[in-house]
């Protein structure tokens, strides 16, 4: 009919790219075989959740266990508010060491990055086990441990906030003769302002979620209710916790989306 | 008539400026007079930003120096090079307002060399004849009733008045303008120029600026200094000049 050659639907892979598929798939396979994947637990698990499910609900709401627990939250929060506060306030002088030209020589920078990266790399629950061991059990070791977490997560994020700021407005001041600390709170921090409150919420969201799961460690909050729970089959009052973490958690995020939008607009 | 050489505010001699391998300009020199106004043109990406950076110091020179007010502010600590540039104004291209600061604590801020003090940092907390200071300065340019009005509320024009206050407020010797009205349209960029000029004049300071502009070199220069390729091609009276002259810069 027409002198055009319609292509192939697929192309052939060529042998490296073939290598590469296969090379993949057995890697998968390797891990799900590493995390003792297994059909017939996969089949058993339905009745067994069903099982669990049928035991837990209705969640308990008995008003003294409810009272408890709500105590317990408002701990919770106080942990994560406390916590991230501190880490965010200790963060911004971390973070000037941390940005790029700025007030401190490259080596400095990149110094500290990479502690700001190691502290990153230990989860949460680690920094809490270490604060517990330091300072003893109790909501005193949670705060610590939300504190480093959140300085970070934050100082990281604020270095690199204040390196991507307009540097007009700080050139303009150095050029009055005006010293490197002035230039950077007078031009810099203004500049990075927005960036700062919406990261600091993330981190306040982080943090409140963090800090429900810091008493299975027995670093203070509701975690402890939660590992009772269990240990005890006491399932519906575990229930009554993971719903009312879902509902703090939820209701968190809400509250800090609001908030982002109130005081910088639209505009990240 | 030019002062006698003794007055000389700025003295660039010989300097050179290269970024990696490439060089914007090689081996420029020129001085200027106390109370001269002095244009300096070329084209666009001939290297006039980067001139008046290395005149205040705020990049290094490749080669060369620099003589600011009688001292050599291309040997000076950092400590002697923020009291120079104290003594001298500049204002951008870009106005280079801090936004969300108001318009009264942007020009404390030109303080800040004069006075390193965290009192500068907003007007809220500066001394009362450092804002006293500062209001006079935005009345020179005709913004008073701006004072506590954010500055990222203002229109470009008013932008560069205040960025003009900001670089009057602390008294300056010298005062330094690159293209101060290239941001602008045609008639505000022509009341720009006007108001720092009717400043300038007023207050006796030393006065270099960049133009594109042909007719506003002519109009506001003492003196011409040409820049075009890497080298300064000319340094005239600007009564001895026409625009015919400066448009050979741009070919
Ligand atoms: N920080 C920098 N790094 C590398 N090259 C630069 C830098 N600043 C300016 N240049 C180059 O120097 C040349 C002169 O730029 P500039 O001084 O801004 O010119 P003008 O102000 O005359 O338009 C341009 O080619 C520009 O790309
Ligand atoms: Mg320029």
Known sequence: MTSVSLPTRFERPNAVAFLGYALGLTLVFWCLGGAGFSIEKMVSAPPRFADFVDRAFPPNTDPKTLARLGWKMVETLQI????????????????????????????????????????????????????????GLGPFAGMLAIAVDTIGFCGRFFADDMEATDKGPAESLTATGARKLDVVACATIPAAMPAFVSTSLYALEKAVRSSTILGLVGAGGIGIELKVGFDLFDYPTAMSVILMIAVVVIAIEQLSGWTRTKIIGEQR | M???????????????????????????????????????????????????????????????????????????????????????????????????????????????????????????????????????????????????????????????RVAIARAIVGKPEILIADEPCASLDPSAGEDIMDLFFELARGEGVTVVFTSHNIEHALRYGDRVLGLAGGSMRLDATAASLSASDLRGLYD
């Not at chain 2, 104290?86 to 108001?102: C, D, E, F, T």
């Not at chain 2, 390193?116 to 500062?134: D, F, L, N, Q, Y």
């Open chain 1, 80 to 135: 994560a508010v406390a916590g991230a506060v501190i880490g965010v306030i200790l963060s911004v002088p971390i973070a000037l060491i941390a940005a790029r030209g700025l007030v401190a020589g490259l080596w400095v920078n990149q110094i500290t990055r990479n502690i700001l990266g190691f502290v990153r790399a230990v989860p949460d629950i680690a920094w809490a086990l270490v604060f517990v061991v330091a300072v």
């Open chain 2, 2 to 160: 030019f002062p006698p050489v003794s007055a000389v505010d700025i003295e660039v001699q010989d300097i050179t400026k290269s970024f990696g391998s490439t060089a914007v300009f090689k081996d420029v020199s020129f001085r200027l007079a106390r109370g001269e106004a002095v244009a300096l043109v070329g084209a666009n990406g001939t290297g006039k930003s980067t001139l008046l950076r290395c005149v205040m110091g705020l990049l290094p020179v490749t080669g060369g120096q620099v003589i600011l007010l009688g001292k050599n502010a291309t040997a000076a600590k950092s400590k002697a090079l923020r009291d120079l540039r104290a003594r001298i104004g500049l204002v951008s291209q870009k106005h280079n307002l801090v936004p969300r600061l108001s318009v009264l604590s942007n020009v404390c801020h030109g303080l800040l060399g004069r006075s390193p003090s965290i009192r500068h940092w907003g007007h809220p907390v500066a001394p009362k004849t450092s804002r006293e200071a500062a209001m006079h300065a935005l009345e020179k340019v005709g913004l008073a009733d701006f004072a506590t009005r954010r500055a990222d509320r203002l229109s470009g024009g008013q932008s560069q």
